[in-house]
T-cell receptor, first 115, second 117 residues
């Protein structure tokens, strides 16, 4: 069965540190890739997405992610985190084959940024 | 602004007492989803509507039902809530093509937090 793995369940950083959250998926076909963020007490918001083209995508709030097809990975990065980046981050994958409309979600990574 | 709205934001019910959660959208999206999310977990898809077509997940309990009377509204009915049904319930929408492909980025509402006493 297809799955999405997020390598780090909890990450603690100090402000200005660099961030990289890993995401790998298991599916050999074409996929759409997403990173969602859930700030404390708020709803899920899309950070960035990849459908095709340049594998390096830029999202909101200084986040970017790189799709590496050979590694089935879509890691999220930010060069310098802020306290306001404290949130839960979810990687999600949509299989583009057939009538599939569902997202396959990773378990999430809880990021805490200390001021 | 176009958005996904959920009401109520907080719902308290008693064990076994039916409850209905509502979702409306101004995005004119053809697909609407209901998720259950428990603390520090990923959202779990319960079912979705593609236009009027209802698509249930295999592991969604019969206790959970849904209605979509029109494009804009979708309801989640929990017929006999148990303590294990206490969770955040998320509604999401997307625009999807007939083949299920396309850019089905999902837009989420703020959720309804359900407490079962």
């Amino acid at each position: 069965a297809q799955s999405v793995s997020q390598h780090n369940h909890h990450v603690i950083l100090s402000e200005a540190a660099s961030l990289e959250l890993g995401c790998n998926y298991s599916y050999g076909g074409t996929v759409n890739l997403f990173w969602y963020v859930q700030y404390p007490g708020q709803h899920l918001q899309l950070l960035l997405k990849y459908f095709s083209g340049d594998p390096l995508v830029k999202g909101i709030k200084g986040f970017e992610a790189e799709f590496i097809k050979s590694k089935f990975s879509f890691n999220l990065r930010k060069p310098s985190v802020q306290w306001s980046d404290t949130a839960e981050y979810f990687c999600a994958v949509k299989l583009t084959a057939g009538n599939n409309r569902k997202l396959i979600w990773g378990l999430g990574t809880s990021l805490a940024v200390n001021p | 602004d176009a958005m996904v709205i959920q009401n109520p934001r907080y719902q308290v019910t008693q064990f076994g007492k039916p409850v209905t959660l509502s979702c409306s959208q101004t995005l004119n999206h053809n697909v609407m989803y209901w998720y259950q999310q428990k603390s520090s977990q990923a959202p779990k898809l319960l079912f979705h509507y593609y236009d009027k077509d209802f698509n249930n997940e295999a592991d969604t309990p019969d206790n959970f039902q849904s209605r979509r009377p029109n494009t804009s509204f979708c309801f989640l009915d929990i017929r006999s809530p148990g303590l294990g049904d206490a969770a955040m319930y998320l509604c999401a929408t997307s625009r999807d093509g007939l083949a299920g492909g396309g850019y089905n980025e999902q837009f989420f509402g703020p959720g309804t937090r359900l407490t079962v006493l």
